[in-house]
């Protein structure tokens, strides 16, 4: 049991950080949503233009920060990559656009649920699919090749790229003499809704660091059950939705059901098809949008890749009209997401080692 201690302590911190912010003025049920923040990221830069979602968000800012104070302190950061880092950023975008099919990554998703919203047990069937199909793969020998050490200033160049966003973030900075951006923010919608940068940067920052000392991953959790029945990882998640269940219920914002959840639909078929290509993209990665995250900060460059990638395919889902809305999802965003699970598959299949 004291094996567990750690990751268990962590999960419910990360629960609580999550109800506090919503309490603090993040949307409902999206205290930390690693998906629709880096989409409010692209927004904010321009790179899709839903008026709606644009808000650099300091959460996703802070992980990474955290995650490298972590390192730093623990001797583990190193500037790592070359493990087919191309491919590593498409995969990244395939990620994305299945994570908006469902509005929410694998964190999103338990949060959903810990605040009532049933959709999220069609999207955790989903994404149990997807990662049980990429451990078929792996056991098969599926395999990006590996990282290998790279020059010490490839292990900043994501770090100093998110402190040029805080920047622009507390400063407001606006290169339009109009004001039209970019940078933009959104005057209405979730991009308008947030908490305090400080509170919202330090929550970012703890979730990072504790995430990068206990490996926080619900698809490492869900893999390793699969495969040597190891539950270590998935403890962690269970005390995320434990105690921000309990946060949601005291603060009375538990509301269970389908219908009227904040930021969901319930087209379930296409629920359960997008965070299968979250879960399957995820296997493929080594790791869920969270992880990339914290791999990022701990200098691995091809997760780096993978971070931007998910913000490139957040472009594209709303510039292609590939993401849902709370009206549901369009003809184009469920022939995307069709097309994500073929060319999952296909690099699973193309990449094993024979």
Known sequence: MNRYKGVVAAGGLVGLFAVLLVTLGNPDNMGFCIACFERDIAGALGLHRAAVVQYIRPEILGIVFGAMFASFIFKEFRSEGGSAPLLRFFIGMVVMIGALAFLGCPLRMVLRLAGGDLNALTAMAGFVSGIYAGVYFLKRGFNLDRSRQQHRYNAWILPLVF????????????????????????????????????????????????????RLCLMGGSRDVFLVRDFYLLSGFAAIFIVALAGNLIAGRFSIGFLNQPAAHSEHLWNF????????????????????????????SDSSLSV???????????????????????????????????????????????
């Open 273 to 300: 098809l997008g965070m299968s290509v979250v879960g399957l993209g995820s296997v493929l990665l080594g790791g869920c949008p969270l992880r990339q995250l914290v791999l990022a900060g701990r200098g691995n």
């Open 163 to 214: 402190a040029l966003l805080f920047f622009l973030l507390v400063f407001r900075v606006r290169f339009n003499p109009a004001g039209e951006g970019p940078i933009f923010f959104s005057s209405s919608g979730p991009g308008s809704m947030y908490a305090p940068v400080v509170i919202a940067l330090l929550a970012g920052i703890f979730t990072g660091f504790l995430s990068q000392r206990t």
């Open 308 to 354: 931007l990638g998910m913000i490139a395919g957040a472009a594209v889902a709303h510039n292609l009209n590939f993401a849902a809305s709370p009206a549901g999802i369009g003809s184009w965003g469920k022939t995307a997401v069709v097309v994500s699970i073929a060319v999952l598959l296909l690099i699973a299949a193309g990449n094993r080692e024979i």
